[in-house]
């Protein structure tokens, strides 16, 4: 009898033909899995076993544009699953009302109210820098003003308050308030930098005010609102509409050189502002004058709310007007 052990066959004993493979053991079905079929990773696809359940799918939409943004434009960032604008227990990336704001129309009211929001903010601030501006104001235009300090020390002599009226009335003199006038204008424009400040960032800081961004188009400015102080006092009646229509044509002038612009831009592009809105210049003319009338009921101290609030109303508008964006009012 042949040997066959160790694999060896006698009908092939060099091993030529192929060996027959063993039947692979029948497969048995498993056990039943209660979240039905899973993904190629193991997960469920219905993990919470309902019917009527859903799993997430990105959403769909329009390809992001593809080049570097605009230096303006704000940041838009993907929603998580189940949400609609940010991920579950966050405020959404940008806010809807500010990423609205471009689009909506700029009105006197909407910037009255932006104003005094903003200005509730900060108000402690804008009181205290208020009161040092005032200050340097009416310090500057005593020492420029020679015969208006005379008459307050001789308030008391009839002859001696009449003698430095008279005195105020030269050209000389007028010439000299009218530098008194520009160097105020300096001062003002601190608070002016708060104003744009408040259009980008929830409250204003105290080193806010000191960013005087294009200081040469600011001393320009100062320079003209001097003359335009000067022609409106030398010039009765004539002198003093010239004043009223220039202040209002170069309304938004400061807003835009301390946002970056520069002076030949600042003003032609501040004119046609005005001018294309014209209501609304005039709306907040009127609102102004009428601060100022109502202040005098107060021996003047309206003027620390009435200042910086006419300032954050004409900050709101020449943002707006420029299709820039603002700090929402009730932003948090």
């Not at 105020?184 to 204003?204: E, I, P």
């Not at 961004?213 to 335009?228: D, Q």
Request: glycine share 14%.
């Amino acid at each position: 009898m042949s040997d066959t052990s160790g694999g060896w066959n006698p009908q092939d004993p060099y091993g030529q033909q192929p060996r027959q493979q063993p039947s692979p053991p029948s497969q048995e079905p498993g056990p039943f899995d209660p979240y039905g079929p899973r993904d190629p990773y193991g997960r469920p696809a219905n993990p919470y076993g309902r019917p009527d359940y859903e799993p997430w799918r990105p959403p769909v939409g329009p390809p992001a544009p593809v080049g570097p943004p605009a230096p303006d434009a704000l940041p838009v960032y993907p929603a998580g699953p189940g949400t609609g604008d940010g991920w579950p227990g966050h405020a959404p990336a940008v806010p809807p009302e500010r990423a609205a704001q471009p689009h909506q129309p700029a009105t006197v009211g909407a910037a009255w109210r932006w104003a005094w929001a903003s200005f509730g903010r900060s108000w402690g601030r804008w009181v205290v820098l208020t009161l040092l501006v005032g200050g340097a104001q009416l310090a500057v235009g005593l020492v420029f003003s020679p015969s208006t300090l005379d008459a307050f020390r001789n308030a008391g002599d009839p002859a001696a308050v009449a003698a430095a009226q008279a005195a105020g009335q030269t050209v000389d003199a007028k010439a000299l308030a009218a530098t008194g006038t520009a160097i105020g204008f300096l001062f003002q424009a601190l608070l002016y930098a708060g104003a744009v400040a408040a259009t980008y960032r929830h409250q204003v800081a105290v080193r806010d005010y000191f960013v005087l961004r294009g200081f040469g188009g600011l001393l320009c400015y100062a320079l003209i609102a001097g003359a335009l102080g000067f022609v409106g006092t030398a010039v009765p009646m004539v002198g003093w509409l010239v004043q009223v229509v220039f202040v209002l044509l170069l309304l938004p002038v400061p807003y835009l050189l301390l946002d970056g612009a520069g002076l030949g831009a600042a003003f032609g592009r501040g004119i046609g502002l005005v001018l294309g809105h014209l209501p609304a210049a005039l709306g907040v003319y009127a609102i102004g004058a009428g601060l100022v009338v109502a202040s005098v009921v107060t021996c003047g101290l309206g003027l620390i709310v009435a200042v910086p609030v006419m300032l954050l109303l004409g900050a709101y508008l020449v943002q707006r007007w420029t299709d820039r964006p603002v700090y929402p009012a009730t932003e948090r």
